[in-house]
């Protein structure tokens, strides 16, 4: 069976996730990429490399078309699947594995999920949650904002944004106004979304569905920055939320019609005891947390994903067996906070010392120069440990934090 797998840059959810597992299921691996070259530099010499091929892969009708001309020309062999965990692809995938009648996700909650005014405006509409927001098309002048009617403080953030890139805290309308202008001259073509500030605790809940059951994984809390920006630093494991904290974020993954494959989703609980999205990522958990999670909960986490979009059923059981795990777990990351190179950073380390599992990755080769971005492109590393107490896993990570340096050249 082959597997032809949608995906813009490499990452290490790919890399050391999903390859691997598709081997595990001996499944062949077709990536489909826009970034070819950058995807076989990745791959090169490692030891579940896949085929890599040219495809615009933000179009689903060009997807189709590659997939429909590699299987008539007879260089893919049959039956196959389509995946991606990408941020960006997940409604080109689903219309693609759709067309072939595979097993797929809605295209219509993907769409939900990606676009932040489509997610706020169908919950309100399934009288699941009213957040007050509006739109900003590309073409409109931010001073029409000065006419909506906004509770502030407000946050403005691309509509369809991934990473905290450009989302920020604004106190007032003049502020406002200047930080989409900000914007808009970054991104001409990105539609902004401005909507009341929900306070609280941030939370993810991570689930898992196979069509006919959606099993919880547990969850993690995220420390924040400092406002206005939302880089998050820091997530904590969480085995179970409350229970009435959980079915109230599951009702509204229902009515966005989330079901099939990993969906990773942030809310904050607010002193009424509401449960309230800030967003849906209808893809598995990222920067290492999915790795991580794997080792916490000691599951093939990338195989139950990737059966799921076989057709295959996964363990009734799961959620129960996710909900009993004993470990804890901390996911932190290092940060740039200036502008200039990065001249000293420790490389790939892992470590298992009184009972803690220690790993930290790279994010950013040394010598690279970079902006101060103020956003998760700021991140040069990421620490995570695991282990059975989270005073000891607290201080695995801090240890390593410093007994290591990270410095900048301006």
């Avoid at 040219?54 to 008539?72: P, Q």
């Avoid at 900003?136 to 953030?157: N, T, Y």
């Avoid at 991580?292 to 909960?297: F, G, P, R, V």
Wanted: glycine residues 8%.
């Amino acid at each position: 069976m082959r597997l032809y797998l949608l995906a813009l840059n490499p990452t290490d959810s790919v890399t050391d996730g999903f390859l691997p597992a598709a081997a595990r299921l001996g499944l062949a691996v077709t990536v489909l990429t826009d970034h070819a070259e950058a995807h076989r530099r990745a791959y090169a010499g490692t030891e579940f490399a896949p085929e890599v091929t040219e495809c615009e892969v933000r179009d689903f009708r060009e997807v189709i078309g590659l997939i429909s001309r590699l299987r008539a020309s007879g260089t893919a062999d049959a039956p196959f699947a389509v995946f991606s965990n990408s941020d960006h692809l997940q409604t080109q995938t689903a219309l693609a594995a759709e067309y072939f009648g595979l097993p797929a996700k809605d295209w219509k909650a993907t769409l939900r999920a990606k676009n932040k005014g489509q997610l706020r405006r169908h919950l309100a509409a399934a009288g699941l949650d009213a957040v007050r927001s509006v739109e900003l098309a590309p073409e409109q002048d931010p001073s029409v904002l000065r006419a909506a009617d906004l509770p502030f403080p407000v946050v403005v953030k691309p509509r369809e944004g991934v990473a905290s890139e450009d989302v920020s805290l604004v106190a007032d309308i003049e502020e406002l106004v200047r930080r989409a202008e900000e914007i808009q001259d970054r991104r001409p073509d990105a539609a902004l979304v401005v909507e009341e500030f929900l306070e609280g605790q941030l939370s993810t809940l991570e689930t898992l569905g196979d069509g006919r059951r959606r099993h919880v994984l547990g969850g993690f809390r995220t420390r924040l920055s400092p406002p206005p920006d939302f880089i998050e630093e820091m997530l904590e494991f969480v085995p179970a939320h409350p229970p009435g904290v959980v079915a109230q974020v599951l009702a509204q993954l229902d009515a966005l019609g989330v079901g099939l494959g990993a969906c990773h989703t942030e809310f904050v609980v607010q002193p009424d005891g509401r449960a309230r999205i800030i967003e849906v990522n209808y893809r598995a958990i990222g920067d290492q947390c999915d790795l991580m999670l794997a080792e916490i909960l000691g599951i093939p986490l990338f195989e139950h994903i990737l059966a799921a979009h076989l057709g295959l059923e996964l363990p009734a059981d799961l959620g129960e067996r996710c909900a009993a795990t004993r470990l804890r777990a901390r996911n932190e990351v290092v940060c740039a906070d200036r502008a200039g190179t990065l001249t000293a950073a420790p490389g790939p380390y892992d470590e298992d010392a009184d009972g803690v599992r220690l790993a930290y990755r790279p994010l950013r080769p040394v010598g690279e120069r970079h902006a101060h971005y103020r956003t998760n492109r700021d991140y040069l590393g990421v620490i995570w440990a695991i282990g059975p107490e989270q005073a000891a896993v607290d201080a695995a990570v801090a240890r390593f934090v410093a007994a290591n340096r990270w410095e900048i050249t301006p």
